[in-house]
C-alpha cells in the first residue's frame, strides 16, 4: 500500500519540498553511471530518477540478484530506450568493483549500498565495518584511480556524534570520502539523509503491519524524535547534489522541525485503522539516540532556501587511524570493535583542524 501525497504530508507534519538544482539541457546524457545498492529502496529511486534525465548509460550494481532483477525489470518497462548493464557484485570484494571500472568507463558512481539496520548492525559490527567502511574504501580508491568525474556517497544523521555502530561506520565512511577529496581529481561529496519514510527497515513498514495485526503499535520512547523525509525527497536529493557538486561538501535537506515516533504512530493509526489501537513503550535500544543531529558544528553549514538544502563542509579524518583499524578487525570481538568503531569515529583525532 502507497500513500498519496496528502498522506505523506500529514504523517511527517511539513510540505514535501521539491528540489530545484538547474538542469542543463542533455546535463547527463553522456555519462555512464554506476550506482551502487542499486536494488534497495533508495539506489532503486535514485535509478529511477537518473533514467528520467537520459543518461548514456546506467550501471546497476547490487548483491541482491532479486532486487536487482526487480529494478532493472521495471527500468526496461518504463524507460525502453535506456541503456542498462546489471551486474550482481558486493562492494566488500574489491575485485567486483574493480571489474566494473576496468569494464566501464565510469563517470558518475552514486555509492548507495549500505548496512543501515541500527540494531542488527550493533549484533554484528564486522559486517556492518566490512560493507560500510571497507566498501567505501575500496570504491572510492578506484573511482579515483578511474578518474571518475564525481562521486556522491550517501550516509545518514545517524553519523554525526555516533551512538551507535551503524552510525559510527557511516562517520567514518564520510572521512575516507572527505579524505579522498583533498588529493583527487574527482569530486567527492557526501549526501546525508534523515530517516525515509517507507524505507525497508523504517518504522512506517512496521507501523503498518502491527496496524493490520491490531496493535498494539510499539515505540521505544514517548519523547523520541527523528527527521523525516519522503523515499523520493531522499533520492532527489541525491540526484539534485550530484548536479551542482563541487567536491567536499556534506549536503542535507531541510526537513524542518523533528517529529516524535509517537506522533508518526497516532497518524499512522488514523489513516489505516478504523479504530484507536493501543501503543507500548519498549525503551531505548543499544546504540539509538533520543534525538538526532543533521550536522557537526564544525561543518559550518550554509543553507540554500531555493534549493531547501543545507550545504557544509565535510571533515576529513585521520587517515593513519583508518588503516590500523584495517589491518586489526579481524583481530577484535564484536565487543572490542564497537569500541574502536565509536571510539574513532567520535575522537577529536579523527576531525581536521576545524575543530
Not at 75 to 88: D, G, V
Not at 226 to 238: D, K, P, Q, S
Not at 270 to 284: C, E, H, R
Amino acid at each position: 500500500m502507497s500513500f498519496s501525497k496528502g498522506e505523506l504530508e500529514h504523517i511527517i507534519g511539513r510540505e514535501i519540498k521539491t528540489l530545484r538544482a538547474p538542469v542543463l539541457p542533455n546535463a547527463l546524457s553522456y555519462k555512464t553511471i554506476l550506482i551502487t545498492g542499486a536494488g534497495g529502496t533508495i539506489g532503486s529511486e535514485i535509478c529511477r530518477q537518473l533514467a528520467r534525465l537520459e543518461p548514456r548509460h546506467l550501471i546497476l550494481f547490487g548483491h541482491g540478484e532479486n532486487s536487482i532483477y526487480e529494478i532493472t525489470k521495471e527500468l526496461a518497462r518504463r524507460f525502453p530506450k535506456q541503456k542498462i548493464t546489471s551486474i550482481i557484485g558486493d562492494v566488500q570484494h574489491q575485485e567486483d568493483i574493480r571489474r566494473v571500472f576496468a569494464e566501464y568507463a565510469v563517470d558518475i558512481v552514486y555509492h548507495a549500498a549500505a548496512h543501515k539496520h541500527v540494531p542488527l548492525m550493533e549484533q554484528n559490527p564486522y559486517v556492518a565495518y566490512s560493507n560500510n567502511v571497507l566498501g567505501t574504501k575500496y570504491l572510492s580508491n578506484l573511482a579515483d584511480d578511474y578518474a571518475v568525474e564525481k562521486f556522491i556517497m550517501i550516509s545518514t544523521d545517524k553519523a554525526v556524534a555516533p551512538t551507535s555502530v551503524m552510525g559510527a561506520t557511516k562517520r567514518i565512511a564520510e572521512t575516507i570520502v572527505a579524505n579522498k577529496n583533498e588529493k583527487s581529481k574527482t569530486s567527492f561529496a557526501t549526501v546525508r539523509f534523515g530517516n525515509v519514510l517507507d524505507s525497508r527497515g523504517s518504522v512506517i513498514p512496521l507501523f503498518r503491519e502491527q496496524i493490520m495485526l491490531g496493535g498494539p503499535l510499539t515505540v521505544t520512547h514517548p519523547e523520541m524524535t527523528r527527521y523525516f523525509m519522503t523515499i523520493e525527497e531522499a533520492a532527489n536529493l541525491v540526484v539534485e547534489a550530484s548536479l551542482i557538486v563541487k567536491g567536499g561538501e556534506i549536503f542535507v535537506l531541510d526537513m524542518g522541525a523533528e517529529v516524535k515516533i509517537v506522533d508518526i504512530a497516532e497518524r499512522l493509526m488514523a489513516l489505516l485503522s478504523d479504530k484507536p489501537l493501543s501503543i507500548t513503550f519498549n525503551g531505548i535500544r543499544t546504540g539509538e539516540k533520543m534525538h538526532e543531529v543533521l550536522m557537526e558544528e564544525a561543518e559550518r553549514a550554509v543553507k540554500d532556501t531555493d534549493l531547501h538544502l543545507f550545504i557544509g563542509k565535510a571533515l576529513t579524518g585521520n587517515e593513519l587511524a583508518i588503516e590500523y583499524l584495517t589491518h586489526q578487525a579481524k583481530k577484535y570481538t564484536n565487543r572490542e570493535l564497537r569500541k574502536e568503531l565509536l571510539q574513532l569515529a567520535n575522537t577529536t583525532n579523527v576531525l581536521n583542524e576545524v575543530l
